[in-house]
């Protein structure tokens, strides 16, 4: 299989969930799964920590009960807080939003299934694996997967979905990208040189 061929077959990218904190504070990572096999073997921790870095920033500006998608590109970032616990998906611009929705209901009714209430008392990043995710990750890159899932989840049909343009659009007023880029824990000073290179050259880091 040529690199077109499984750059068009991937989908989904990465799936995280989050605990998003109302006192405002950076969200905890529960869990994460991604694939980064079409990007360059040294390209692959930066994107790694791209993920992160974006998806906690996505995650701290949705709010309790929205849902809303950022445009980047050729992909979409796309989020969903229930009440505190919220899931992200990094995904191809092609992949139906309606869909991309069904996915994170989906793997949120699975971590309170699996995990109950106790992601609220947690403080730090998890670093198991949640086997899930992975499989998540893998079963839903076929959209038809996610339609299925449409079918039981009717709620949707009435979900206002918010769409901004860009990741600047979703931060507040004042606020910018490359200085949060600066201050993040998330990126080492590798990620954030090559993050600094890639938009001097626009190709923005193919994942920011």
């Known amino acids: 299989m040529g690199l077109r061929e499984r ?13 998003c904190n109302p006192d405002g504070s950076d969200p ?13 073997y040294f390209q692959r921790p930066s994107v790694r920590e791209f993920i992160v870095f974006v998806g ?33 998906a990094f995904m191809d611009d092609n992949y139906p939003v309606r869909s ?43 959209p038809a997967e996610a339609d299925k899932l449409m079918k039981i989840q009717r709620e949707l049909d009435e979900t206002k979905i918010i769409l901004h343009k860009t990741i600047d659009s979703v931060l507040a007023r004042g606020e ?14 590798a990620s954030q040189m090559f993050y600094k290179q890639a938009k001097k050259t626009n190709q923005c880091c193919t994942i920011l």
């Open 7 to 19: 750059e068009r077959e991937m989908k989904i990218t990465a799936l995280l969930v989050l605990k």
């Open 28 to 40: 905890v990572i529960l869990a994460n799964a991604s694939d980064v096999t079409r990007f360059g």
């Open 56 to 88: 906690r920033t996505v995650a701290k500006r949705t709010p309790p009960g929205q849902r809303q998608s950022v445009q980047h590109e050729e992909y979409k970032v796309h989020s969903y807080n229930r009440n505190g616990l919220c899931a992200v």
């Open 100 to 142: 991309a929705f069904s996915v994170l209901n989906q793997v949120l009714d699975e971590h309170q299934k699996n995990f109950g209430d106790a992601w609220r008392t947690m403080q730090a990043d998890g670093t198991q694996p949640w086997p899930y995710l992975n499989e998540a990750l893998t079963k839903f890159q076929d």
């Open 176 to 189: 910018k990208l490359d200085s949060l880029v600066e201050k993040s824990s998330d990126l080492s000073a």
